[in-house]
């Protein structure tokens, strides 16, 4: 008889998928031949399942096996959900393509639409009159963002 420090090891290694089937037989005879302690409990009823000869497994067996009825096809539900799919396919491509050929086009696109500088408290959001001042802004915050990353950096290295 094993001792249970070797059905430990044996259901590890069974659970790593590398027992023999003599070892798997030992581990299904053990565990329906003693009282386990609760925390093995689930370890029992799942060797007795697969001792049974996993019931539920070849019940799925059987009922795929089952012949089917004459007259009566399995796959007309595959069939119709196909030429749904199809469907909804071509009228999402009908609807991409007549969106993308109908919406109006804009002539110019300008980044900075919507921008604005408060100067002296007067708000100015004459686009030609402040693009230079914008640029030099995120030219600014690019060179934060450059000093911020070599301080970044250099912490690292401490």
Do not use: C
């Amino acid at each position: 008889m094993k001792t249970r420090e070797e059905i430990a090891i044996l259901v590890e290694k069974f659970l790593d998928g590398k027992t023999t089937n003599q070892e798997e037989q030992m581990l299904y005879d053990w565990f329906s031949a003693n009282d386990v302690s609760k925390e093995w409990q689930p370890l029992k009823e799942m060797f007795a399942w697969y001792a049974d000869g996993m019931p539920e497994k070849r019940e799925e067996e059987k009922t795929a096996k089952r012949p089917q009825k004459r007259g009566v096809s399995l796959h007309r539900p595959r069939r119709v959900i196909r030429w749904i799919s199809v469907g909804v396919s071509i009228a999402a491509m009908v609807a991409v393509v007549l969106i993308a050929t109908l919406r109006p086009r804009q002539s110019e696109f300008n980044i900075y639409e919507g921008s604005y500088i408060v100067e002296a408290g007067v708000r100015n959001d004459d686009i030609a009159s402040i693009e230079s001042e914008i640029e030099a802004m995120l030219k600014r915050a690019e060179n934060y963002e450059q000093q911020a990353n070599d301080l970044l950096a250099w912490a690292d290295t401490i």
